[in-house]
């Protein structure tokens, strides 16, 4: 049996054990309902992560317009505004990053058939933009870099580590991370990364400890066909 896995499943995991004290239990319900493919709506942060990579997007294609989304405190819904890309609450932080990828493929779809202890895996996601060789990624933080620590941040994430190794033609991986203003790099290569395999052995071996989650991710997660 063939299993699809993520580096969203892979990284929620690896939550568990990153996540501050105090806040396991709700870690744990966030595994669940990645592990459970469950739909769940769009929260105020990533909101404001999708509007600042649309806009990175409308910039580097020059699009003249872009959205920005903000909570209606009495409703709790999200109120859309549209902008004039340099007007934008984000541009001065998005025209930094699309310095950096102007001209680049964006959403590349990257995979891998692989086997990790004899069993099968197809290994997939969406590269935000990969250019010349090198893959980038998108984040933003809602709050101030100058107040966070950011650096090292993403070591342990898996989603480097997948995508080197499902588009071997990239020679390395950058996060970059923005506030809206200030800009935030982090770059990876292959010597720097640990194998995704290793990653999928210690996340297996955790879920064959538990047999009823493991009986979930072989549900929900099994490749069609």
């Known amino acids: ?15 568990l054990f990153e996540c501050y004290e105090g806040s396991e239990e709700s870690a744990m319900e966030e595994f669940l309902h990645t592990l459970n493919r469950d739909e769940t709506p769009t929260n105020e942060a990533q909101q404001h992560g999708i509007d600042f990579e649309t806009l990175v997007y409308a910039i580097d294609h020059e699009i003249p317009t872009a959205f920005h989304h903000e909570t209606d405190r009495r409703t709790g819904a999200f109120q859309q505004e549209v902008y004039d890309v340099p007007d934008h609450p984000y ?7 699309a ?4 001209g680049g493929q964006w959403q590349v779809h990257v995979d891998a058939n ?10 997939h996601g969406f590269c935000d933009v990969v250019k010349a060789g090198m893959i980038y990624d998108i984040k933003f933080k809602t709050k101030s870099l100058s107040s966070l620590d950011l650096w090292g941040s993403y070591k342990n994430s898996s989603q480097h580590c997948a995508y ?21 790099t982090e770059e990876y290569d ?3 990364s640990r194998p995704i395999e290793e990653i999928i052995h210690d996340f297996m071996t955790w879920l064959n400890d538990r047999p009823e989650l493991l009986k979930i991710y072989e549900e929900k997660w099994v490749c069609d066909g």
């Open 91 to 97: 541009y001065q932080g998005a025209k930094r990053v």
């Open 190 to 192: 292959r010597k720097n």
């Open 164 to 184: 080197l190794r499902c588009l071997p033609e990239a020679y390395g991986f950058m996060y970059m991370v923005s506030d809206g203003e200030d800009l935030y």
């Open 99 to 102: 310095e950096y990828i102007k």
């Open 114 to 123: 692989i086997t990790v202890d004899g069993r099968e895996f197809w290994l």
């Open 1 to 15: 049996m063939k299993t699809r896995i993520t580096k969203t499943l892979l990284d929620s995991w690896n939550y």
